[in-house]
């Protein structure tokens, strides 16, 4: 098999909800489609969701991740094996090193082509499965007035759900009210994670200064807490996981496998969260969580702003995984209102259910292309 062409489409959906953070606020998800085609007629879809700048040091953006998949990934892959990931992984980085959300696209087309072409799904193409189902938390709550968002984490629980991730990383007064609003609308069971994006660097870049700020937090009723300092900061990361009890868990700090040998080497976290576009997909995660399950530490994957090519690559690796940090996080497809990507995504009682399908299982219609 070889690749014969490579050719990019963008797509913007909205969501149901509005995404605000720290960083970013956002009523739509933008994304670019990487299609792959063979000379065996099998085509496969990857795709890559775009993010704050803060989030991709090579500011990837749609025209970024496109012009990238096409002025420099597709010259170097087309006429090379699909199946041959770890030479073409190399091609990518030395066509356009760093360039990772373009290189998930092309990787997460290529694990799809694959499991098509022998029939099965992809997680049994890296290594079969290690579950049945998987919890998955709400959709992702933004940063919002304390009642409404009480009243978004209410829905959800009602719902059934028993995981709940909200942004934090505003002032303290806010985040404290914020918490304590939905402590006290979910009830004392429900697991409260949030997530910081980074976003208390911005105070001084003092660790100290975070971890109390991460203390109060704790006692205003959150359990777990993401990325709290700058991607770069590990001493800071490991200064504050030292110091809290509750998980930390690195994310943006975690792009390469080297990072995270770092962060387990310095045991700057408890956990590291794993986002195909972030790491340039599926091939160079499993080299990450070889690292992390030899440590013994946990993942938790998953993009609450992804759509369903990019998700459905993430359940697919997510359910390989034996060091699974649950709840998964592959949510951002319940959060938007796209009816030109089916998938094979199945949401039962609040947990994700094996796909089955082979390749990754989505379906795409032919508006999508259009725009070529």
Same mark, same amino acid.
Do not use: C
């Given at each position: 098999m070889k690749i014969t062409d490579i050719r990019t489409y963008t797509a913007e959906v909205p969501m149901r909800y509005p995404y605000i953070t720290a960083l970013v606020n956002r009523k739509v998800t933008t994304s670019v489609i990487t299609v792959v085609e063979t000379d065996e007629g099998i085509t496969g879809y990857g795709q890559s969701s775009t993010s704050a700048a803060l989030y991709s040091p090579y500011e990837e953006y749609l025209e970024t991740i496109s012009q990238v998949v096409e002025r420099k990934l597709k010259p170097v892959l087309v006429g090379t094996n699909p199946f041959d990931l770890e030479a073409m992984h190399e091609r990518m980085q030395r066509a356009a090193r760093g360039h990772l959300y373009a290189h998930a696209t092309v990787d997460l087309a290529c694990h799809d082509l694959m499991g098509k072409m022998i029939g099965r799904p992809v997680m049994e193409v890296i290594g079969g499965a290690a579950r049945e189902r998987i919890p998955l938390c709400a959709p992702h709550l933004g940063i919002l007035p304390p009642d409404e968002l009480a009243g978004q984490a209410r829905?959800?629980?009602?719902? *059934?759900?028993?995981?709940?991730?909200?942004?934090? *990383? *505003?002032?303290?007064?806010?985040?404290?009210?914020?918490?304590s609003a939905v402590r006290d609308a979910v009830g004392k069971d429900v697991f409260i994670g949030v997530d910081f994006s980074q976003s208390l660097h911005m105070a001084g870049f003092r660790a100290d200064t975070a971890i109390v700020h991460i203390r109060a937090l704790e006692k205003a009723g959150a359990n777990a807490f993401e990325q709290?300092?700058?991607?770069?900061?590990?001493?800071?990361?490991?200064?504050?996981?030292a110091a809290i009890d509750s998980p930390i868990i690195a994310d943006e700090a975690v792009r390469t496998p080297q990072d995270a040998l770092r962060i387990v080497e310095r045991r700057a976290a408890d956990a590291i969260k794993i986002k195909l576009m972030k790491v340039g997909g599926i091939f160079p995660a499993r080299k990450i969580a070889a690292i992390v399950q030899a440590a013994g530490m946990p993942m938790t994957i998953g993009n609450g702003l992804a759509g369903m090519v990019a998700n459905s690559a993430e359940a697919h690796f997510a359910f390989s995984l034996p060091n699974l940090k649950l709840p998964g996080?592959?949510? /951002?497809?319940?959060?938007?209102?796209?009816?030109?990507?089916? /998938?094979d995504l199945a949401v039962e009682n609040c947990e994700l259910l094996k796909p089955t399908r082979p390749g990754l299982g989505v379906d795409i219609s032919p508006e999508v292309f259009q725009d070529a």
């Open positions: 829905g959800f629980v009602e719902n *059934g759900f028993k995981y709940i991730n909200l942004r934090v *990383g *505003g002032t303290l007064d806010q985040d404290i009210a914020n918490i709290p300092v700058a991607d770069w900061d590990v001493e800071g990361l490991a200064r504050i996981s996080e592959m949510n /951002g497809f319940l959060r938007l209102d796209d009816p030109l990507m089916q /998938g």
